[in-house]
């Protein structure tokens, strides 16, 4: 077990949460509402970054965007530091693969603490590297804005994931040097990566298996309130190339969405892909758990989702 271990990762993501649990101390204080502000907008930008690019697109390619496109949501996804687009997507294929086995990077099956955080402090189980290989990457390996983030990947995040984030606050408003590092830049990564995690573990473990049952993703309610939509996870293992990954459309919780079809708009992004009704019909009567009707947000995920929000800015 000890020879697993990275101590570099362990190293790097106790101090991160260090220097987060500070962030928040800092927070706690009379900061610029500035800074606040821009927390939030930021911290939406990298989630961004992550569900409807490094997810929604790159991995599952449930829509066409241009070349501007393939920009901004690479762009995005650097402000955010989780691997490069490549690697993020090929173990998030490998993921959906292989699921609930040793192949799969996340294995829940490892428990929570493993599919959550763990994964990423430990060596790749042997079955993830050699099954790895048989994962078609030909569409991100033909594509220079995704190549060239591969080849620049550290330099990119560190500009915006930490440069960024850091000086806007002090050049633009005199935010204070400490309240910028710890607050507005580290502690912001850091809730960024657990909403990430978060779907790898709480949506693989707890909630309600409508549309397969045989399958550990699980529709969770409140994943999806803090990721941007991500939590429909048993619907989204089910129908992967949905562009929803959810059954619902115009759905609060479901924010990745609503910025994809803002793209689509604007004539940016094209081909979303969607599963027809009868099909999910089908298929929740056949394999589902009869467990839970998909239903559009209530005012109570709004104010779970603004009680968030104020806990966590
Ligand atoms: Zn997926
Ligand atoms: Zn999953």
Not at 115 to 124: A, D, I, S
Request: with cysteine.
């Amino acid at each position: 077990m000890l020879e697993n271990i990275v101590w570099r990762n362990v190293f790097i993501i106790s101090a991160l949460h260090a220097a987060s649990c500070y962030g928040i101390y800092l927070k706690s204080f009379d900061i610029h509402l500035y800074s606040r502000i821009f927390f939030l907008f930021y911290a939406h930008v990298s989630g961004w970054g992550v569900t409807a690019g490094r997810h929604r697109y790159f991995s599952h390619r449930s829509f066409k965007g241009n070349r501007a496109v393939d920009i901004l949501l690479m762009l995005m996804t650097c402000t955010a530091f989780e691997q490069s687009i490549f690697t993020w997507c090929r173990d998030h294929r490998l993921h959906h693969k292989h699921s609930e086995t040793n192949a799969d990077p996340y294995n829940s099956k490892r428990g929570f603490f493993f599919c959550h955080l763990g994964w990423v402090l430990l060596r790749k189980h042997p079955d993830v590297k050699e099954k790895g290989k048989s994962i078609d990457m030909s569409d991100l390996k033909a594509n220079p804005t995704v190549m060239f983030e591969y080849k620049y990947c550290l330099l990119l995040s560190f500009i915006f994931t930490i440069i960024v984030p850091l000086v806007v606050p002090m050049y633009f408003w005199n935010e204070r040097f400490l309240v910028a590092l710890f607050y507005g830049t580290i502690y912001r990564y850091a809730l960024v990566l657990h909403m990430t995690w978060s779907v790898n573990s709480f949506a693989h473990l707890y909630g309600m298996r409508t549309y397969d049952k045989s399958i550990k993703p699980a529709e969770n309610n409140l994943v999806s309130t803090i990721a941007f939509g991500e939590g429909f996870h048993n619907y989204h293992h089910t129908f992967p190339w949905d562009y929803k990954a959810a059954e619902l459309s115009g759905d609060f919780r479901n924010m990745t969405t609503y910025l994809i079809d803002l793209l689509a708009a604007v004539g940016m992004v094209t081909e979303r892909k969607t599963v027809s009704q009868n099909l999910i019909e089908k298929r929740k009567e056949r394999t589902g758990d009869s467990t839970w009707k998909a239903t559009t947000s209530s005012i109570k995920d709004i104010f779970i989702y603004l009680t968030y929000i104020y806990i966590v800015s």
